[in-house]
């Protein structure tokens, strides 16, 4: 099996490290191209993975062809290309579904929506596959996934939320501990900001540990904290009252941003 992988921007190196760092392909079934060639020549260096000249070279050497250009430039890249119909097209993109990519490949497409996290090997690959993805490729698909973290089936109905929760979540979380960092500083200005987010990464990392290890559910971990009468307690009620409404509204902006764009990728369709 030979994959190849057109753009490598975040996603697109993130997948080349994270498939190198599994060992679930050996790097001369990884080949590459990226409009400017410096980011493949820096990963060639690096992995020893194959450069390719053209994104049409990409479709003629791999069975499994990942696009990872941003949503709008998803489909007239595909356009541009000459894919044989027994390929198995893959689309990074949120935003674009299998149907769109339908309209532009008549053969297998996927859609999976990756998260930086895999380059750790571990976070969740949301995916959903077209009816004439073979056993065969979902199969190899399926492992290339679960070789850099988990790989989760999703109907495209929940697809966008779950990708607020796996895709956008280690951005926001990111968001959220230095909000809490500079909280803490504010505080206490004697607090050295980078000892608080060195403090909270351990504590990130000890908490889903456990969460994962112990298979403790949220409520259990947090009665283990929050001791009765105790200081967690006051905090916990604080994030009750302004929570909520919080993460009611990142979704109800992070849907219409979605929204945004399958109307522009309608548009391209229709054009
Ligand atoms: N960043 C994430 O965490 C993340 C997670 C899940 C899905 N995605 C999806 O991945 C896609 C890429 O996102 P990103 O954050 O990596 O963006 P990015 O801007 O970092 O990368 C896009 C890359 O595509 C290249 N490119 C554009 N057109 C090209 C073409 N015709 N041929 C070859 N290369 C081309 C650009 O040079 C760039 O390197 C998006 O569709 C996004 O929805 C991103």
Known sequence: MRIGIIGLGSIGQMLVKAFCKSNILSPENVIVYNRTQEKADILHAAYGIGVASSAQEICEQADHIFLCTKPL??????????????????????????????????????????????????????????????????????NLLSAIGTAQEVTEDVIETATIISSSAPGLIAGILESFAE????????????TARSIL???????????????????????????????TEEGL???????????????????????????????????
């Not at 909280?183 to 607090?191: H, I």
């Not at 979704?251 to 391209?268: N, P």
């Open 73 to 142: 430039d998803i489909l007239p890249l595909l356009g541009e290309l000459t894919v044989s119909a027994e390929k198995h097209v893959i689309s990074v993109a949120a935003g674009v579904s299998i149907s769109d990519l339908e309209k532009s490949h008549t053969g297998p497409v996927s859609k999976v929506i990756p998260t930086v996290t895999s380059q750790e090997l571990h976070g969740v690959s949301l995916f959903t596959c077209s009816t004439q993805v073979s056993a065969e490729q979902r199969s190899e698909f399926v």
């Open 183 to 194: 909280a803490a500083v504010r505080k206490s200005p004697q607090l050295d900001i980078d």
């Open 201 to 231: 990464v351990e504590t990130m990392l000890g908490t889903a540990l456990l969460l994962k290890n112990e298979q403790l559910g949220f409520d259990q971990l947090i009665t283990q904290v929050a001791t009765k009468g105790g200081i």
């Open 237 to 271: 009620r604080v994030l009750d009252k302004t929570l909520p409404g919080g993460f009611d509204e990142l979704f109800a902006m992070t849907e219409s941003k979605h929204a945004m764009l399958k109307e522009l990728v309608q548009k391209q369709i229709a054009k």
